[in-house]
């Protein structure tokens, strides 16, 4: 009897293609930042009641930190969109990566699969990934499938069985993990270029300082504060976002890691159960 090959198919429920949301997302909001920055920098930053006389090229008036970094320059309103953006693209990876997780604990659903799994209960388990939802319980559902199919392939090696299952859970998660990482390489850059940003608003506002210093006779006194209150305004907001994004890519990466673990931890559970029970007792078949 000829001996057939095990085939990997993609389920229905669990397949995935790539979505332009997450790009058309970011397309939108790195613009719309930017604009919304610039017109808080000329309308709120710059109104003239925040200066002495009214007027936005005398001094701030005292105690007045709108006109203190409106005093930062230009390139102000660069790496005040810049911060924006990391908390925009935080609060969406935050939502992004708890919707991933499902409807409860991601280590408590791990153990149900496996209780469910002992117990021969391949629909409860099945059952379980529908009323957790969520990436790791796509992926996890998927394997579950693949399981229940291999147990009707009576003529497939123990070997390849496992293989094909294996081969299933890890499609799915190649599918899954891109959703979960979208947008990361955003905040990532923001952490790189924030604080070079706000080094050349730095070396901006130190070059008008010195060219204040270098007039003949007395130097410019509001020149020389304005060059140095946009020299420091510019470093602070420069090392202000980069901070912010290091800790956002940091904790978002962290929590990724945690759902591929929790992902691999189901699998593993999968792969090893059918290589202990596929071909012993019968499974059950229960209506769920």
């Not at 397309?27 to 000329?42: G, K, N, T």
């Not at 293989?163 to 905040?187: F, G």
């Not at 976002?241 to 759902?259: C, M, P, Q, R």
């Amino acid at each position: 009897m000829e001996k057939k090959t095990a085939v990997v198919n993609k389920n229905a429920n669990v397949e995935k293609k790539a979505s332009p949301v997450g790009s058309i997302f970011a397309s939108v909001v790195i613009p719309l930042a930017i604009i919304a920055c610039v017109l808080i920098y000329m309308y709120v930053l710059g109104n003239p009641g925040n200066f002495e006389g009214n007027d936005p090229n005398s001094h701030p008036l005292p105690g007045n930190y709108l006109g203190i970094v409106y005093k930062g320059g230009w390139v102000v309103p660069i790496l005040m969109s810049l911060v924006l953006m990391v908390f925009i693209f935080s609060i969406e990876r935050a939502l992004t990566i708890s919707k991933a997780k499902g409807n409860k604990s991601v280590a408590g659903f791990v153990r149900t699969i496996s209780a469910k799994l002992n117990q021969r209960d391949i629909n409860g388990a099945i059952a379980a990934c529908d009323a957790q939802k969520g990436s790791v319980a796509n992926v996890v559902k998927s394997g579950l499938l693949k399981y229940k199919e291999m147990l009707n392939e009576p003529e497939l090696l123990k070997a390849e069985k496992v293989a094909a299952i294996q081969k299933e859970i890890e499609e799915s998660t190649s599918l899954e993990l891109p959703m979960l990482e979208k947008n990361l390489v955003i905040i990532s850059t923001i952490a790189s270029i924030s604080t070079l940003v706000g080094l050349i608003g730095t070396v901006l506002g130190m070059i008008k300082a010195f060219a204040a210093l270098a007039q003949g006779g007395a130097p410019d006194a509001v020149g020389l504060a304005n060059g140095i209150s946009e020299a420091l305004i510019n470093t602070a907001l420069g090392i202000t976002g980069s901070a912010l994004a290091i800790v956002a890519y940091n904790y978002f990466t962290s929590k990724i890691d945690e759902l591929t673990y929790s992902i691999d931890e189901a699998g593993f559970s999968i792969i090893s159960t059918f290589a202990a029970q596929h071909d012993t007792a019968p499974v059950k078949t229960q209506t769920v």
